[in-house]
């Protein structure tokens, strides 16, 4: 069973930056996209961003021209360079793996990892 490990979360003040990492613990069979979601107290977990594999990039509207999301093609760490963050930011950050198989596709995810925007 593959893992998603994630670190680089914490406290940071508005206006700061972290950065965010994913990393698999072994190779995940017909990778089709990786991507960062989020959840805030109260709230439905929500896209962030995402990479479909050899496609595109996509960003929430909210995090355009702020985050950046990023892979290693060699070992498929997955990163989140997040700047000029916001108190609306605060959420915890989860990793997602997806494969697509002709038996169905299937989903990874992270154990989540806290990001707090204050000051």
């Known amino acids: 069973q593959v893992q998603l490990v994630e670190s680089g979360g914490g406290l940071v003040q508005p206006g700061g930056s972290l950065k965010l990492s994913c990393a698999p613990s072994?190779?995940?069979?017909?990778?089709?996209?990786m991507g960062w979601y989020r959840q805030a107290p109260g709230k439905q977990r929500e896209l962030v961003a995402s990479?479909?594999?050899?496609?595109?990039?996509n960003y929430a509207d909210s995090v355009k021209g702020r985050f950046t999301i990023s892979r290693d093609n060699t070992n498929n760490m997955l990163s989140l360079q997040m700047n000029s963050l916001k108190p609306e930011d605060t959420a915890v950050y989860y990793c997602?793996?997806?494969?697509?198989?002709?038996?169905?596709?299937?989903?990874?995810w992270g154990q989540g990892t806290q990001v707090t925007v204050s000051s």
């Open positions: 072994g190779s995940i069979f017909r990778l089709s996209a």
């Open positions: 990479i479909i594999i050899g496609v595109e990039t």
């Open positions: 997602n793996a997806r494969s697509e198989a002709p038996s169905g596709t299937r989903d990874y």
